[in-house]
């Protein structure tokens, strides 16, 4: 099915299909035996596909990345392909309209794509609103993830108020938080990186957490373009804050390899899809081999099939995410890497 409409779909700009797709989906999800119909033609269970990680029990390791859905506003209809889990944002505590459009382009040579999206959202209040009034139907067993940012107007120095603000109005409505400190579309938000400032708002938002009843995992989200040296620091922070775990990777600077269109190619902004799927993976092992596996890792960046999945898992991931994949396969792709996983024991 997807194959048929993706040409029409291409045909848009990026932006316009993504909000085509999912108002579309919205709509068809209201009508009589539409999620079940879904949930029969993309839906892959099988019990040897339950995960225990961080604390929580995933019904499937397939979860959608953030940035699919910045503002909670699809989990019951992104419910319906099989998500084992999906993760909302990135939310920074007040709304922002992000950068200019353009600002997503395809590299459909690449399977890839380029976004500068600047952290567009309604702000965390919206989200939390929506989660709120979202029943345990609605969640059809999906936990759901809470990515936390900081405004593009918030001075570095002040960041961590940002990332506190999120965690305290998000806490009671996801099963986990993570921190976005390395998209490279907010000015000197990868700044935050960098060793001290890191653990400053990791060591504070786990103060906050150490002081709550039902203590929440939190994750770090790192670029794929850090150093091995920038990734040992990445392990000891981890390991010093007793963080949860980390994502791995987000979006890349880097150019190398691309055989898109030259102009293009020159468009800001990070890359994601099939020229990431070797760092990240990369970086998934590194980590994983560095820390002796003493903490799950999320693996994400460049996942269009079951085998690229299953590297991941081979690498020390824990758990994948897809959004790329997701635009340039279709929604047969969960059930693809669910039943990949299953054959394969992973």
């Not at 409409?5 to 909000?19: C, L, N, Y």
């Not at 990135?90 to 395809?106: A, I, L, W």
């Not at 293009?264 to 002796?292: C, H």
């Amino acid at each position: 099915m997807y194959k048929l409409v993706k040409p029409i779909f291409f045909s848009m700009d990026p932006e316009s299909a993504h909000h085509t797709v999912t108002g579309g989906l919205k709509m068809f999800s209201k009508i009589w035996g539409a999620k079940k119909l879904l949930s029969n033609l993309y839906t892959y269970e099988n019990p040897n596909l339950a995960r225990e990680v961080f604390g929580l029990k995933f019904k499937n390791p397939v979860g959608l990345a953030a940035g699919f859905d910045k503002n909670a506003e699809y989990i019951t209809d992104m419910a319906n392909f099989g998500f084992g889990f999906i993760e909302i944002g990135t939310v920074t505590p007040r709304p922002q309209p992000g950068n200019d459009q353009p600002r997503m382009f395809r590299l459909i040579p690449d399977k890839a794509l380029i976004n500068r999206m600047g952290f567009n959202n309604q702000g965390a209040d919206v989200a939390a609103n929506r989660l709120k009034h979202l029943s345990v139907e609605d969640r059809k067993g999906l936990l759901i993830g809470g990515n936390i940012g900081k405004n593009k107007l918030t001075p570095n120095e002040q960041a961590v108020d940002d990332y506190i603000y999120c965690f305290n109005a998000l806490f009671d409505y996801v099963d986990y938080f993570v921190v976005n400190v390395s998209s490279p579309n907010t000015p000197g938000l990868r700044d935050l990186q960098e060793k001290e400032p890191l653990k400053h708002i990791l060591n504070k938002l786990q103060n906050l957490n150490e002081k709550r009843e039902n203590k929440k995992p939190i994750l770090l989200k790192i670029a794929p373009d850090l150093t091995d040296s920038q990734l040992d620091d990445i392990v000891e922070i981890v390991q010093e804050t007793g963080i949860a775990g980390v994502i791995a990777t987000n979006t890349t600077i880097s150019r190398a390899g691309l055989r898109s269109d030259e102009n293009l190619v020159k468009e800001m902004g990070g890359v994601s899809g099939a020229p990431l799927t070797k760092r990240s993976t990369e970086v998934i092992r590194y980590l994983s081999n560095k820390s002796n596996r003493s903490f799950p890792i999320i693996g994400v960046g460049g996942i269009h099939s079951a085998a690229d999945a299953i590297e991941k898992m081979d690498a020390g991931a824990s758990l994948v995410q897809i959004y790329t994949g997701f635009i340039y396969e279709g929604p047969s792709l969960i059930s693809n890497i669910c039943k990949g996983i299953a054959q394969a024991g992973k």
